[in-house]
Structure formats: C-alpha cells, structure tokens
C-alpha cells in the first residue's frame, strides 16, 4: 500500500539535550510539502560534525534529528518536484544548490544563498514530531531517521547500480576531504603537503592530495593508531606533535626545507588551524581550513604571516557544487577512480548509533555506516 500523502510513523535517533546519548524514538515525518522530497534512508555515516553538535562545538537547535552523510530512496516528492521520482536512488545534500542565486551562478563558489532557517525545512516549519513536540531538522539532510524529508534543492540523483551503505560517504567525508585537496587547494604535482587530523575528511584529503600528484604528504595526529590507514591511502610521512617539544610548525618547517606548500586542518581546533598555516612556506604556501571551529570563537594570527605571501582559504564540501558533482563522484567512484572501502571500519545496524559515536570518541573508527 502506498505511504504517499500520508503520516509515516518510523524510527529515529532524536537528540532531546546536548552531551546525551541518541535517543531510538518513534517519530511522525509528514508527507513532502510542494517542492520537497521523502527519502527511506538505506544508509549513513557518522561524521565528527553530527558530534560537534552533540558536544556544543557546532550550534543547531534541539531537540533535532542529526546526520548528514547519508543515502536512501525517494519514497514520494511534493507538487512541482521535477529533479527526482519515487524510486529513484538519491543523496540528501547539506549544501544545496538552488542553480539561480548568485553563488550558484559563480563559476567557482558552491555555497548556495537560499539561507536555510537553521533547524527546519526551507518554509521555516518542520516534518518531525515527537512525542507531540515538533523535531528540528539538520542541515537540510537529518538522515538519522528510517525517513527524512528534504527540500528539492537539497538532494540529487545517483546512480540506480551504486551500492549505499558505501556511496553515503560522497554525501560529506570523502568530497569534503578530496574537494579541499584538488579543488579548493589545487594541489600540484611534485608537491610537498601536511594533513592534520587523520580521521575520515582527513584521509580523504590524503587520498586527494596524492590524485593531484603531490610528492610528500605528511599526515599529523595526536593518535597513532590512525597512521597505517593513512600510509595506505597514500601518507609518505606520520608524525606525532606530541612526540617533540618544539611546536609542530616547526618540525614541519624542518622536514620540509622550509615549509609546505599545501596545509590542511582537518580537526576543528584554533590551535591546529594556527600551526597549519604557520607551517606553510612563505611566498607561495596555501592553508586550508576544513575542520569546523568551535561555535562564536576568534583565533588571532600575526598578519605578517598573510602579508609575507601565505594564502589561508576555507571551504565547506571541499568546495564542490553540489547537484553537480555528486552524481559525477558517484559515476567516478564506480568506475574505481578512488576508494571508500578503506575509510568505512565498521558497519552497523541504525539502532546501534551511540555505539557508532563511542567508537568515533575512541579514535577506534573512521567512518561507521548505519544501515536501515
Ligand atoms: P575525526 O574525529 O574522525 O578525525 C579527526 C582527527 O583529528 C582524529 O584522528 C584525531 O585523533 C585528530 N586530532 C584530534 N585532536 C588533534 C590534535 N590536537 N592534533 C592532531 N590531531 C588531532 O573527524 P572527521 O574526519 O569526521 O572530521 C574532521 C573535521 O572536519 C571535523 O571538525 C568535522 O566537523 C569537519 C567537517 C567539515 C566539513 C566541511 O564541509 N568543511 C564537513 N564535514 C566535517
Ligand atoms: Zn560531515
């Protein structure tokens, strides 16, 4: 019998407080509005962002339904949705793009001005209840849920052959990591290049950095354990910044006669973000921010850094268009151009999800795909 049209009742993993564990509730998703999308979701994964909320780094309002890496089936569309049909394999998207707005139509910028209200549906309203208590959205995705609603300009079509419980990882970690390399960076070949922060976006930048031709990739973690998978994916160099005494800059600056010419901060701290510019070459080294920093905080650098020739950029989603490169880094991904099978460490079923975030805490994960 057809679901179209109607109240889904469904499970769901609801964050009621921060610091608390996810909470496996029975919640209500409306049917999609005009120019929205329902999805059954098939699978996602767990990113250190859906975290940084539940520690209070990242702001978004509660109670919500997190997640934001995820892949499913369009279960049925609202009026006037064209990008998509029932049935139709799909990845929700956390950067939309509308195609219109100004950023959309900029050669290079991918973050869509349609401003969504955080929390909800692009109307302002949401299709989560709870308990009689109306659910928060996030990120225009929320895939920790067997059903989520999304807006159209927020989800793209993939390919009908791609497997989801490994795809759901282009819907953030591995566009977010490979995009900072080769897009936003635009590492060159012969290049000398250092990662920190060595989880799932962290070695998708590695995993980018060595498709542009990069010569020395440096990895740096505070964790060890992350260093095989990260000489795997293509690290020529681990180091630890709590193995010297002096700062890591420095170390970095040594080994690299100098500096590097590409940085990446893949962690979300100021401290780190600091060291990653401060250990680019003058003249020429490039920095780039990929980490999410905690909520309403300033980092102060000395400018001479900047004035001396250092460039420091930053990008959500690797700096990818969304709608557009999705589908392509699906397409790429089934035609072996890159791996994901090294990134995904455990798999579990959605009920499991605290256990999923246990092990992020760890440091024993990369990704954990939940599936449905
Ligand atoms: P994950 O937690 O898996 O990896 C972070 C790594 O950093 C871990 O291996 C830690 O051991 C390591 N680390 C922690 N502290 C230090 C330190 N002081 N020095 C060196 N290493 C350290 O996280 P992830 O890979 O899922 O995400 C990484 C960051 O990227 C995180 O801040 C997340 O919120 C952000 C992000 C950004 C975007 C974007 O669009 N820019 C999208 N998704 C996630
Ligand atoms: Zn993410």
Not at 156 to 167: F, G, N, Q, S, T
Not at 243 to 263: A, N, R, T
Not at 285 to 299: A, D, K, Y
């Amino acid at each position: 019998m057809s679901t179209a049209g109607k109240v889904i009742k469904c499970k769901a993993a609801v964050l009621w407080e921060q610091k608390k564990p996810f909470s496996i509730e029975e919640v209500e998703v409306a049917a999609p509005k005009a120019y929205e999308v329902r999805i059954k979701m098939v699978a996602t994964g767990i990113c250190r962002s859906d975290d940084h909320v539940v520690t209070g780094h990242l702001f978004t309002p509660l109670p919500v339904i997190l997640g934001h890496e995820g892949a499913g089936i369009v279960e049925s569309i609202g009026e006037g949705v064209t990008a998509v049909k029932p049935g139709d394999k799909v990845i929700p998207l956390f950067i939309p793009q509308c195609g219109k707005c100004t950023i959309c139509k900029h050669p290079e910028a991918n973050l869509c001005s349609p401003k969504v209200h955080p929390g909800t549906m692009q109307d302002g309203t949401t299709r989560f209840t709870c308990r009689g208590k109306p659910i928060h959205h996030f990120a225009s995705t929320s895939t920790f849920s067997e059903y989520t609603v999304v807006d159209e300009i927020s989800i793209v079509k993939i390919d009908a052959a791609a497997p989801l419980e490994k795809v759901c990882l282009i819907g953030c970690g591995f566009p977010t990591g490979y995009g900072s390399a080769v897009k936003v960076a635009k590492v060159t070949p012969g290049s000398t290049c250092a990662v920190f922060g060595l989880g799932g976006v962290g070695l998708s930048v590695i995993i980018g950095c060595k498709a542009a031709g990069a010569a020395r990739i440096i990895g740096v973690d505070i964790n060890k354990g992350k260093f095989a998978k990260a000489k795997e994916l293509g690290a020529t160099e681990c180091i630890n910044p709590e193995d010297f005494q002096k700062p890591i800059h420095e170390v970095l600056m040594e080994m690299s006669g100098g500096g590097v010419d590409f940085s990446f901060e893949v962690i979300g701290r100021l401290d780190t973000m600091a060291e990653a510019l401060s250990c680019c070459h003058e003249a020429y080294g490039v920095s780039v921010i990929v980490g999410v920093p905690p909520v309403s905080q300033n980092l102060s650098v000395d400018p001479m850094l900047l004035l001396t020739g250092r460039t420091w950029k930053g990008a959500l989603f690797g700096g990818f268009k969304s709608k557009d490169s999705v589908p392509k880094l699906v397409a790429d991904f089934m035609a072996n151009k890159f791996p994901l099978d090294p990134l995904i460490t455990h798999v579990l079923r959605f009920e499991k999800i605290n256990e999923g975030f246990d092990l992020l805490r760890s440091g024993k994960s990369i990704r954990t795909v939940l599936t449905f």
